[in-house]
């Protein structure tokens, strides 16, 4: 296993759950998940963004990424499809972010996201493996 994402139900929100060999690989399938939360359709990545954030820890790291894609997704119709991470330590993280223009005649929406909670947040290592999970409010 490289990386992989699930969706579970929990009540009115979605869980995302992803875990990778690596945690630039948890990371990068949370990302490619999130978009096709964003839209259905194949999405690639055709344009790339230096991407550079900060926070207190790695759990909130990732509620800082997803908010960001979140509201690049709602300013600019921009669909998150893949991240390069160069530098991720703590609660930091430097890289690219791949993106591709949402078209309506190659997408159709997704799920209404409204929100990244930050309730039961979780980024970290268990049994050899990088794991991370986020509520997300639709």
């Given at each position: ?85 160069e530098r991720l330590a703590g609660g930091t993280l430097a ?44």
């Open positions: 296993m490289s990386a992989e994402a699930r969706l579970r139900p929990a009540g009115g929100d979605l869980r995302l759950e992803a875990e990778g060999e690596t945690a630039a690989a948890a990371l990068g399938a949370a990302v490619a998940a999130f978009g096709g939360l964003l839209a259905e359709g194949e999405i690639a990545p055709r344009e790339w963004r230096a991407l550079a954030l900060h926070a207190a820890d790695a759990p909130t790291l990732l509620a800082v990424l997803l908010e960001e894609l979140l509201f690049r997704f709602e300013t600019e119709a921009a669909l998150p499809a893949a991240l390069a991470v890289g690219r972010l791949g993106w591709e223009p949402f078209d309506p005649a190659r997408h159709a929406p997704g799920l209404g996201v409204k929100a990244v909670t930050w309730h039961d947040l979780e980024f970290g290592e268990r049994d050899g493996h990088w794991r991370l999970a986020v509520l997300l409010d639709l």
